[in-house]
């Protein structure tokens, strides 16, 4: 199984854990790795910059839901089929909460359903994404990478 380093966002500390780990709490966020060819589809999300789409679950949905739903606020597209592809461990003093992340294919591209929260989208190459990925950090790299791999194993 890969080792992925740790990360920071901000005062919280940030562990990878690989499919097939589960999460022992219900996630509170999804984050969706959404990939058209070769090249990731990023959104310029306000107070951000420019990340994969990503938010929280709400209390009437799953994660999976979650994503989809995020997909297409931020980035305007709807997914094919999600495959799990672990989650974060998201600690900030004695409090951890979960993330989980998925990678799917577009489907259909569309509007972006929330202006106010996604200024815009584009699509960039893993060797792209250092110069423009907001808090851009040695996991980021493993995980996108990881995301790739993982695409690329189901497009067979």
């Keep these: 199984m890969k080792r992925f380093p740790s990360g920071r966002y901000g005062r919280q500390r940030l562990t990878f854990q690989p499919a097939p780990f589960r999460a022992p709490l219900r996630a509170f966020a999804a984050l969706v790795f959404p990939w058209q060819g070769e090249k990731v589809l990023v959104c310029n ?10 938010g929280r679950v709400e209390p009437n949905e799953n994660s999976a839901d979650a994503a989809r739903r995020e997909a297409l606020e931020e980035g305007g597209i709807v997914l094919g089929d999600l495959d799990y592809l672990g989650c974060y461990q998201i600690t900030e003093r004695s409090e951890i909460r979960w ?11 569309a509007e972006i359903t929330v202006p106010e929260e996604s200024k815009g989208r584009q699509f960039v190459t893993l060797d792209e994404l250092p110069e423009l990925y907001h808090q851009w950090s040695p996991l980021m790299k493993m ?9 690329n194993r189901r497009r067979k």
């Design 143 to 151: 995980i996108f990478e990881h995301s790739h791999e993982v695409i």
């Design 45 to 54: 999300i306000e107070g951000r910059g420019w990340c994969i789409p990503s």
């Design 99 to 109: 993330a989980d992340c998925y990678v799917a294919d577009i489907a259909e591209m």
